[in-house]
């Protein structure tokens, strides 16, 4: 168990730069999820961390020790491949033996450890087939026993989920929860769905585009996210953003006012807060349907998406503008329909020109 | 998927037409090769009367107790197993490391050195005999197991065919592997060269049959008969006219010829198969 110190990451692929001065601190113990979408750098960078990517510059340090000038098999990393990697000839046992084999072992040891690898993964039963013959989910087991056994400082996890179908990434995402308590060690995902991050990680670091947008607990990452872009990403379905302008006053909280005309009470404070180019940010739960009132916008229905437990109700407002509604599950809305919207103003976050969040006094966070 | 799916003939799936099919080709395929043993079976004097004489006794084995009566046979077999195997163990091994190379080493002139591989596959034999010849005169090799086994090594198809092999094993194993703290000579025996066993099989047979039925090479290099190969060793015994020595003789040495070939075949059975198959069950 061992805290990672990236400081100063660079890389570039030919003329693609993925990363520039990219650094991050994560702390022992700590199970962080790097989330982004497609193509952002998450598997490059936790690659870089392993050693299988050389970085152009900067430096990694594992607990007290600089690391990549390691070779990969010298760092005390483990990592979990997004399609397993398991050595197909190979039994499960040989499997989760080699890395102690290789490291020289004495086989007594050898056989205790792929034991207790086993016995904490209940693959047992497992042990003398060959990972042909196993399902997705047991393959999966199977990788995590090949990286615990080596007791790593580092567990990498390359999209852990990704590759299982529905019923069993509900249960794979427990079952690593729990892994997790009983194998101390700091441990990295990387993952594109936000579910897996907010469910699993201590900390989530959001990525776009090689660049950190934000690092965060999951429910700071979802009540305060630092930017546009988190708050598009995270959270589904996403953040309605419109465009606003602040209604002039000297109260403490921001009033602005929206594209229709209709007048929005924020409490984010107005000091240091921009005068134009205001986006309101609100999300779906945070706007639910009523008869129209006076002083509340008034939209029509554009779209019905029933959930069951829930309804998501697209509307747009006299002006045009796209509002994302949650309604109850038996919900009455109906298509061309006029409503009013109920605006919990409180939540509301505003974003600057440049992006940038802003959000209420007082909230967690 | 895997070959690992072959298993032994089975007449399931075939419609009765498609079997009737099957087993026409099968019996075209076949009669040359009893007509061939049954030949050899015959006493020559007869069959120079009329081959149709095949169908009724006499039989007799002084066709094969002739070619066993020459003190050179056991010779030019133990020629052609040593030739045969040290060219598909040497063709295997050099393959397998070329082929390693070429998918997985990052090396100035790969590109151009596996396009020079790729254009010994277009230079047919023929083309270079002359020069081979007087290369391995000059280098007195006629006449030895090396000059019988080098030019064999040359395999272009071989390193073609193990790197695309090696080329089609996900990186994610080698990167494993690593982080497994694996070597490079670690990665390549024990992670990657089990997995090329199907090439493997199918490389080392295909050249251990034809350096087993190779004739021209043996017959240029080999003069003294001491050094002949078994092809080589039996034509020669043929003399001047072939029908001299009769067509049972003639027919028995094909079927002797042979003989170390069903040998082979029948401890790889599984794996010619697969072999064969290879491309479809993949
Ligand atoms: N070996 C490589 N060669 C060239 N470009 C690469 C290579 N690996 C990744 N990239 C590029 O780097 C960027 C980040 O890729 P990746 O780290 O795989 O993203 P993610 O895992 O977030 O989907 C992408 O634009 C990708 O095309
Ligand atoms: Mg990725």
Redesign the pocket.
Known sequence: MSSLELTNISKR??A?S?FQGLSLTIAAGEFVA?L????????????IIAGL?RADSGEIRLGDQRIDTLAPGARGVAMVFQHYALYPHMTVRENIAFGLRNGGAPKAEIAERVAEAARVLEIGPLLDKKPGTLSGGERQRVAIGRAIVKQPRLFLF??PLANLDAALRTRTRLELAQLRRRVRATMIM?T?DQVEAMTLADRVVV?NQ?EIQQVGTPMQIYDRPANTFVAGFVGSPRMTLAPVGLVPGDARFATVRLGDGSQVSTRVPRADLPSEGLLLGLRPECVRLGPPRPGEPTAQVEFIERLGDRTLVYVKLGDGTAVTAEDKGASQAQVGQTVGLRLAAAAAHLFGPDGRGHHAAGRAG | MTAAGVKGPSLAGFTPAGLAGVALAAAVMITPLLWTVGLSLKPNFELMRDTSSVFGPPYTLENYRAILANSNVFRWVFNSTVVSLSTTFGVLALSSLAGYAFARLEFRGRRALFVAVLLGLAIPEQAVIIARHQMFSALHLHNTYPGLILPGLSAPFGVFLMTQYFRGIPVELDEAALLDGASHFTIFWKVLLPLTLPAQATLGIFTFLASWNDYWWPLISATRSSMFTLTVGVASSQMNFAQTSGLGYLMAQAVFASVPILIVYALFQQHIVRAVAGAATR
Not at chain 1, 36 to 47: A, I
């Open positions: 692929f030919g693609v993925v790097f982004g979408p497609s193509g952002c750098g998450k598997s490059t960078l936790l690659r990517e390359d999209e990387v594109h990525m090689g």
